[in-house]
């Protein structure tokens, strides 16, 4: 007689030990404001999906695109200075 026997690992793939390292929480960490600057330029294209844009439409995406750009350069200049010794530009 044969057993059926599941492959662990398929079972458990979400295991306890496949947690993010505190490495990986801290650089999701770093990349927050510019994840959530992403999120904001694209809820207002959304909103704009379904009808022709207003002016105010037009001014709405265009401060979430500068706080998107802004956010990414913040993210880019912390990360080329933390990747340089003594913190040197």
Known sequence: MDHIVTVQDAVTAFADWIEPTN????????????????VDLLDAHIITLDRTPTELDARRIRRARRRA??????????AA???LPGGAA
């Open 23 to 38: 490495a990986e929480l801290d650089a999701i960490e770093l990349e927050m404001p510019a994840v959530l600057a992403d």
């Open 69 to 78: 750009l802004a956010a990414r350069v913040a993210l880019l200049n912390s």
């Open 81 to 83: 200075g933390a990747s």
